[in-house]
């Protein structure tokens, strides 16, 4: 006996077009979602990423932005950066290079081959080590826009943030200094009411002329100097910073003694409760412009 197929055919082809239809409602209404969760305003993210004995920060802005502020020493630079930024996320709006030691540009060489930077900030010191020439070589065949930092300025981010640039307070473009560190860019990133304090490297030279100039150094955030180093974080820079928290940005068992015991004596004599990056690993800290909570 013959079983007529057209029945069936039939059929099929009304359930495929039912399929079809649900599966396309699916794909709108996940890109209708998607859009409306990514382009919503979201808080303020501050990762300091654990990258051993070197300083790397990533800001999070509300407005979208992905800022990277120094890279550590290394590749590992890579990695902190897949685990906290989505995978599809390529992008890196703004990197900072604060000085061009080793321990804060290496990475950013190995962010340059794999990420899309779109716009640059340093000072333009002269140093003539290795990796910096490298990463200067770098940006350069990439055409990447760069921007030399001689005087304070703010840049805004949008959502009522923006990051502060308090130093240095003069060009340093094709200038050698006996001190690089001196030559770190301070910036101060403000969401609303909170603010995060981000020193570089900066010793107790450029705290002097932080509180000399009269600016307002008040922040609940301190990324802590040079790694903790005892000459950086002086007891008049921290009356004048007040910090709840600090971050010490540093690699575990290290051969320069970081953090200094003097250091974090003064820290918690300040009052601010400390986390190092190597006892806790990458220490994020999130701002809905109001209060903060540190993971």
Do not use: C
């Amino acid at each position: 006996m013959k079983i007529p197929l057209t029945p069936f055919i039939k059929g099929g082809k009304k359930l495929y077009k039912i399929f079809l239809i649900f599966g396309i409602a699916v794909l709108l209404a996940g890109i209708v979602w998607f859009w409306l969760f990514y382009s919503a305003a979201k808080n303020l993210e501050v990762d300091f990423l654990d990258v051993g004995q070197g300083d790397a920060i990533l800001i999070k802005a509300p407005g979208g932005q992905n800022i990277l502020i120094d890279g550590g020493p290394d590749k590992v630079i890579l990695k902190r950066l897949a685990e906290n930024l989505a995978w599809w996320d390529k992008t890196i709006d703004l990197m900072i290079l604060t000085h061009p030691h080793d321990d804060h540009v290496a990475g950013l060489i190995e962010v340059l081959k794999r990420y899309q930077v779109e716009k640059i900030l340093y000072t333009g010191v002269t140093h003539n080590a290795p990796n910096y020439l490298a990463w200067l070589k770098l940006v350069r065949e990439k055409k990447v826009q760069m921007l030399i930092i001689d005087k304070p300025q703010i840049i805004k981010l949008g959502a009522e943030s923006q990051l502060e640039i308090l130093y240095p307070d003069q060009s340093l473009l094709a200038k050698a200094v006996s001190d690089l560190n001196q030559s770190s860019i301070v910036m101060m990133l403000a969401y609303g009411k909170n603010k995060f304090l981000l020193t570089g490297d900066a010793g107790e030279e450029v705290e002097r002329k932080l509180i000399d100039s009269g600016t307002n150094l008040s922040a609940e955030v301190l990324k802590v100097g040079h790694h903790g180093s005892q000459s950086s974080t002086s007891e008049e820079f921290l009356n004048q910073v007040k910090p709840n928290l600090a971050v010490i940005s540093v690699g575990k068992d290290n051969d320069f003694g970081h953090p200094s015991l003097r250091t974090v004596k003064r820290l918690e004599r300040a009052g601010a409760e400390i986390y190092r990056t190597d006892e806790k690993g990458t220490v994020r800290i999130e701002s809905d412009g109001e209060k903060i909570r540190v993971k």
